[in-house]
Structures are given as structure tokens and as C-alpha cells.
């Protein structure tokens, strides 16, 4: 199965099971899928998908080191 079905697939599950964290996540990494697919005006490879995930891990490791270092432990629970 394509890995961007699976993320959909996934994305349901998470809305049926009202698990917000997973829902905000996978809402986040479609959104930039899609945005990567406008910027190469193709559907993005499994290779390039997997790279939109490693920049989104990457941000979000930055933004809780940040929020730590920021004194804002509730946002770096997040």
C-alpha cells in the first residue's frame, strides 16, 4: 500500500478512536505532503515522502528543546 494511503488510513483511525494527538500529527504530515506535491507539481515519492517526515521530526525535536529552554514545559509536552 502507498505510504500516503496508509497516512490517510491512519489519519481515520486516529478521527474514529478521538485521539487528538495523532489526529494533529498526521493532519500536520499530510498537509506538508501535499504541500511538497504542489512544489514538485507531481505526487511525491516514498523517498520524498520520507523526507517530509524527517524535516517535520527534526522541527518538532527543535521546537521542544526550545520550549524547554523557554521555560514552557507545557508546549514541549505537546
Known amino acids: 500500500m502507498e505510504l500516503r494511503v496508509r497516512i490517510e488510513e491512519a489519519l481515520k483511525n486516529a478521527i474514529r478512536e478521538k485521539n487528538e494527538t495523532a489526529k494533529d500529527a498526521l493532519r500536520m504530515l499530510l498537509t506538508s505532503v501535499k504541500v511538497k506535491e504542489k512544489e514538485i507539481r507531481r505526487q ?30 507545557d508546549l514541549a509536552k505537546k
Open 44 to 73: 511525491p515519492s516514498e523517498t520524498e515522502i520520507h523526507q517530509v517526515i524527517s524535516s517535520l521530526v527534526k522541527q518538532r525535536h527543535d521546537s521542544v528543546e526550545l520550549y524547554g529552554k523557554g521555560g514552557r514545559a
